[in-house]
């Protein structure tokens, strides 16, 4: 069962952003990484997360400064607007073990440039 409730500072993406893990990054300011991800589903697939320290997005938004939401959501929109997926492009974000989120580390991924499932419900991120 993921933990939600207490972050945990060893967690795959909080080892990307102190850079002990590689990765292959696309978009980075003071408030947000974004990354290719090593898994993708779709020509494009980037996930987009915080610098702070947020299990979800619940506690993104309940936690996190109107500056740093601010950031990452404007983050997300410049992410699709420097790679061209204005022709379509999806969101997504895993909450909690039901939505089968691995990471325990807020983050959005963004997956486009191919023409994506039907039923958003059983998308493939
Ligand atoms: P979640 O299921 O938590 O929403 O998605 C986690 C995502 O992180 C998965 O799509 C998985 O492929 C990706 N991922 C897991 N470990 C790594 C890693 O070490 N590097 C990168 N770039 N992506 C990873």
Do not use: W
Request: with cysteine; charged share 25%; net charge negative.
């Amino acid at each position: 069962m993921l933990d939600l409730k207490k972050y945990d500072k060893n967690n795959i993406f909080a080892r990307i952003l102190r850079k002990e893990i590689n990765s292959k990054i696309v978009y980075e300011n003071n408030y947000v990484l974004a990354f290719e991800d090593i898994h993708p589903v779709a020509p494009f697939h980037v996930l987009v997360i915080p610098k702070g320290e947020y299990t979800c997005y619940n506690d993104f938004i309940n936690n996190a400064s109107q500056e740093e939401q601010i950031a990452f959501f404007k983050a997300v929109a410049e992410i699709s607007e420097q790679n061209d997926l204005l022709d379509g492009y999806r969101i997504v974000s895993n909450i909690g073990s039901n939505a089968r989120q691995m990471v325990p580390h807020f983050h959005f991924h963004i997956v486009g440039k191919k023409i994506l499932p039907h039923k958003s419900m059983e998308g493939e991120v």
